[in-house]
């Protein structure tokens, strides 16, 4: 099993920045990617960014030249710096860790999620 832990989540008024952490732990070899995702209120848990063992990373469009996620594989911690924040990136934020354990199996593995409220 993988443990996430989140943290960083709160109220910005847009415009403004705030940066995400997830902090991983427990059975965390062979951690393919990590990532995160959002779920607004009545809308899909979908991916806003991901990053690969080997540093590849993935963005939504939505988020692309404002967000940047990295991460610090000495603390197995994965970041999302969020800047030029906007009312639409309200949600709760959720760290995801992906496994392939054998050919065609996939394995996620959920933080608890942590709100993101971007509001004047």
């Known amino acids: 099993q993988v443990q996430l832990v989140e943290s960083g989540g709160g109220l910005v008024q847009p415009g403004g920045s705030l940066r995400l952490s997830c902090a991983a732990s427990?059975?965390?070899?062979?951690?393919?990617?990590m990532g995160w995702y959002r779920q607004g209120p009545g809308k899909q848990r979908d991916l806003v960014a991901s990053?690969?063992?080997?540093?590849?990373?993935d963005y939504v469009d939505s988020v692309k030249g404002r967000f940047t996620i990295s991460r610090d594989n000495a603390k197995n911690t994965v970041y999302l710096q969020m800047n030029s924040l906007k009312p639409e990136d309200t949600a709760v934020y959720y760290c995801?860790?992906?496994?392939?354990?054998?050919?065609?199996?996939?394995?996620?593995?959920w933080g608890q999620g942590t709100q993101v409220t971007v509001s004047s």
């Open positions: 995801n860790a992906r496994k392939y354990p054998r050919i065609g199996v996939r394995v996620d593995y």
């Open positions: 427990g059975s965390i070899f062979s951690i393919d990617s």
């Open positions: 990053i690969t063992t080997g540093g590849i990373t």
